[in-house]
């Protein structure tokens, strides 16, 4: 069964509107093949997505929501107000998230659940720190988190899921292929348990320190379904650079 590849980027907290413009402006210029990207860029940078990114078929979101539909939350940003601006993807679990904001399974699974009700496709993280991986924790560590995380999904609606090392996130160091693909299978069989064939549909990405240079290694197996990625998604050069060397 195919399924889509994918390369998202993660511009994290970086840029502003302006630099968000001057990239968009160049990036769309270099490349006609837009339908494998998706973009999680801030909340202050959303317009220049909405204003460049819908009529070239690419999908946006925010890096994360609340998961109330609305209400007294100061500085949150709920589903439907996403919905209603035109994304069509958000981004749910990052391990920065997860380990800056304290965020638990508990509330990615509620923000996973919202997220749906208002149309947009969830992208779940999740992964492993180094202590895990060392204690050779990392397969019931990241069951665990996918299990957690989509207990109140609907499994008929699209799902992906990404696959980010903590370790290997920012730091230069990648997951070897066989690390890579280890932790897709295994995530793959997870979600067959969860609903028959529901792992062949889902794209599981790699994210962590991905660039042009590894990128064709990285997406050669056919459990890895493309990449979230975020430093070398600040340029447009980096990010089509990595669309140009994987092979799907
Ligand atoms: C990320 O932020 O999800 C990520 C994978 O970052 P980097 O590519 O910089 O490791």
């Known amino acids: 069964m195919s399924r889509a590849f994918i390369i998202a980027a993660n511009w994290k907290m970086n840029k502003g509107p302006h630099e968000a413009e001057v990239f968009f402006e160049e990036f769309l210029k270099g490349t006609e093949r837009f339908e494998n990207y998706l973009f999680f860029i801030s909340d202050i940078n959303l317009h220049v997505a909405q204003k460049y990114l819908p009529q070239n078929n690419i999908g ?34 990052h391990s920065e998230r997860r380990q800056i904001f304290n965020e ?69 160091q990648v997951a070897s292929v066989e ?32 660039k042009p240079e590894n990128a064709k290694e990285l997406s050669d197996p056919k459990d890895i379904d493309g990449f979230l990625v975020g430093g070398a ?11 140009d060397n994987s092979s799907f």
């Open 60 to 93: 946006w979101g925010a890096q994360n929501i609340y998961f109330e539909e609305e209400g007294a939350f100061t500085g949150e940003t709920s589903a439907k107000a996403l919905s209603e601006f035109g994304a069509t993807h958000v981004l749910i679990g």
């Open 104 to 172: 638990s399974d508990e509330w990615v699974s509620q923000k996973v659940k919202v997220a749906q009700q208002f149309a947009l496709t969830p992208v779940i993280c999740v992964g492993e720190t180094w202590p895990e991986r060392q204690a050779g924790e990392t397969q019931k560590i990241i069951i665990k988190q996918l299990k957690a995380s989509l207990q109140r999904a609907d499994l008929s609606q699209k799902i992906i899921v990404a696959y980010e090392p903590v370790w290997a996130i920012g730091t230069g």
């Open 233 to 243: 998604s600040l340029s447009p050069q980096g990010l089509a650079g990595i669309y």
């Open 179 to 210: 690390q890579a693909v280890e932790a897709h299978k295994t995530l793959r069989q997870a979600l067959n348990q969860l609903k028959p064939d529901l792992g062949e549909i889902t794209s599981i990405l790699y994210g962590g320190s991905v």
